[in-house]
């Protein structure tokens, strides 16, 4: 598996080069939405007036608001513009975000700085997970896919890594980086030939695929593109309006496919618990290894494993890695909100069992980690078809960033009201619907073109091949 690599990546230089340059928007937003963490402690020696529990739940969901407001016109100039342009849009956004934060003196200020980075998050989410599949050879565009959650960890890293041991305005200066190196590298990066096939630009679209295939010549690549623009043509006959996305049974089961799995990853409480890493463990009881220590293991354990992830996705599929992924976060989750009832409720003696909050959330983010982190955005980048891809997953950033208003701010509502057992046993009876939901339901798309995925999508019953797909998505689309 890992002999392969130095291979894949010499033949694929340029598609990992451009995704993780993409993937790098995630990054930010990893440094970006877990920043309350390690700051919570440092808030009285940095505001000026005091920040209440409920005024700091605001903080740290406020950020979805701005993601909700800008995937809609996201989409639309993704289609008018290119993804590229659009997806480097989200970088002022995220700078203007930082610098307020490091010269904020005040709750509202603080908000009103999460309100606006949270504008470049709803640009990311509708964008970058598009680019990525467009740019995408089938072979390789799982271990594409899972970059954007792999660099969104090491922005969780970073933060949880640098934030207790540095000033509050320290944090936001090294934070502040990455938009730019974002920036920088995006600028260099090729536009996706799909784009330029929607914008009857072949010349184009064959000098963006020529760069990403590393081919000599034309005709390595004339197959892909002519089999790319015939199809691109034929759904660009549909503008990708809303109806269309309930148009077909492709579109109908995908819409079901993406909202399930958004829903599973959002509601099974991934974000409330990173937000809140350090306090999770000052409250539950278990007091094994330092608070910042233990939010450090636990970023750490994210970027792991989502290296191991990004091997296993085209091996193994993405429907078994979500499988495993269910599974194993239903059981860490039940697992932990039972140790924090006993001991916190109950009151029962559980010192010899002090290493279990850190043990039950290692488990939690190596189960998440491998399939409910990574595979449900760049899913959706895969299951629709051009003309309303872009549409779709500005409803998907819609719904992740109103998911995470929801989820960060009701959690510390139900943690203060009917203690935070009650929320992690709510955490983890939505994982367990989402194992009954990927068994029942998903599609495995491991090593299919996107043609091939919409046409299955559009016929179960049908076996479909690479080479006929192109002529079968045609006529379903007409």
Not at 200 to 222: V, Y
Not at 440 to 462: H, M, P, Q
Request: proline share 4%; hydrophobic share 50%; glycine share 8%.
């Amino acid at each position: 598996m890992f002999v392969q690599c130095p291979t894949i990546l010499k033949a694929k230089g340029l598609q990992f080069l451009a995704a993780g340059s993409a993937a790098l928007s995630f990054l930010i937003i990893g440094t970006f939405g877990v920043w309350p963490s390690p700051t919570h402690p440092k808030l009285k020696e940095s505001m000026q007036t005091e920040v209440t529990s409920d005024e700091w739940a605001w903080v740290i969901s406020v950020m979805g608001i701005g993601g909700v407001i800008t995937p809609v016109p996201a989409a639309y100039f993704g289609n008018k513009l290119g993804r590229k342009v659009m997806l480097l849009a989200c970088a002022p956004f995220f700078l203007v975000a930082w610098l307020l934060i490091i010269f904020a003196s005040s709750a509202t200020e603080l908000l009103i700085a999460r309100t606006i980075g949270g504008f470049g998050v709803g640009i990311v989410f509708s964008i970058c997970p598009v680019y990525v599949a467009e740019i995408a050879e089938d072979k390789i565009r799982g271990i594409l896919g899972t970059l954007m959650q792999l660099l969104m960890n090491i922005g969780t890293l970073v933060e949880f890594a640098v934030g207790p041991y540095v000033s509050y305005k320290t944090l936001g200066w090294v934070s502040g980086f990455f938009p730019l190196l974002f920036l920088v590298l995006m600028s260099f990066m090729p536009e996706s030939p799909r784009y330029h096939c929607m914008k009857n630009k072949r010349d184009r679209a064959e000098a963006s695929l020529l760069k990403l295939r590393g081919a000599k010549n034309c005709q390595d690549i004339k197959e892909e593109l002519d089999q790319m623009q015939k199809v691109v043509e034929e759904e660009m006959t549909k503008k990708g309006r809303p109806r269309d996305l309930i148009s077909t049974k492709g579109t109908r089961r995908a819409l079901l496919l993406m909202l399930g799995l958004i829903t599973v990853q959002q509601f099974g409480g991934n974000m409330a618990i990173m937000s809140n890493a350090q306090e999770i463990f000052r409250t539950s009881g278990g007091d094994a290894l330092d608070p910042s220590i233990s939010a450090i293991i636990m970023g750490i354990i994210q970027l792991v494993v989502s290296v191991v992830t990004s091997f296993l996705v085209d091996r193994l599929g993405r429907r078994i890695l979500l499988l495993i992924s269910t599974i194993g976060c239903a059981t860490s989750l039940f697992t932990l909100g039972t140790y924090q009832y006993l001991t916190l409720k109950v009151g029962l003696d559980t010192s010899h069992w002090n290493w279990l909050p850190l043990f039950s959330l290692m488990m939690f983010l190596v189960s998440y980690c491998l399939g409910l982190g990574p595979l449900p955005i760049a899913y959706c980048g895969e299951i629709f078809s051009s003309n309303v891809r872009g549409l779709a997953l500005s409803i998907a950033s819609m719904m992740l960033s109103f998911s995470f208003i929801i989820v960060t701010k009701l959690y510390q509502v139900v943690a203060d009201g009917a203690g935070v057992y009650v929320a992690f046993w709510f955490f983890g009876s939505i994982s367990l619907a989402g194992t009954l939901f990927v068994y029942f339901l998903l599609l495995e798309t491991k090593g299919k073109s996107l043609e091939c995925i919409v046409a299955e999508l559009n016929n179960t019953d049908k076996k479909l091949t690479n080479e006929s797909i192109a002529v079968y998505t045609i006529q379903s689309i007409k």
